[in-house]
């Protein structure tokens, strides 16, 4: 496995937790890596964690085109269930690191220690869902200042109408907002 992505994923996990070196090889011996092309959706199990590497996914609910999130480097995700009408698209290529399900629950039960850190985990993906539907009752231009905020310099990847999506605004009336 390509030691470049491997080590920022375990800093990352390290800045929750510390992982003595028989458990970040029991990780690594776990975790696959998924290539995805622009435009492409996103293919796991449900309830498959993954750490986001490069790229930008947008979730998107396939029977309506609403975007319900965007996931930058660096952030945490879980696919979603069988059920759901969300797919996660890639707005460009995306490298991202995966475990099943089955595999994270081992895991967990084999070192509890990262059971705490995993709850944190959880919480702050919760979170961020919570900090969307919060935005949606801004006015207009707080939504767009507070998303482009969030967003910093990542927003000149996502397509302005991608943006309008997820605030719930028409693509001319956010382009014409001020930054």
Known sequence: MNKEPTEKLIKTIMQHVSLLPEMQEQLLSHIFIKRIHKDHYLSLHEKDHFFLYSGILKKENQQTGDIAHFMLE???????????????????????????????????????QLISPYRDLIFEWATQRQKRIELLLLPAADRKAALLDRLGSSYNRIQNKDLANYLHMNVSYFSQLPL
């Open 74 to 112: 660096g952030d945490f995700g879980i696919f979603p269930s069988d059920q759901s009408n969300s797919s996660f698209v890639s707005i460009e290529p995306c490298v991202l690191f995966a475990i099943r399900a089955g595999d994270l629950d081992n895991l967990l039960s084999q070192y509890k």
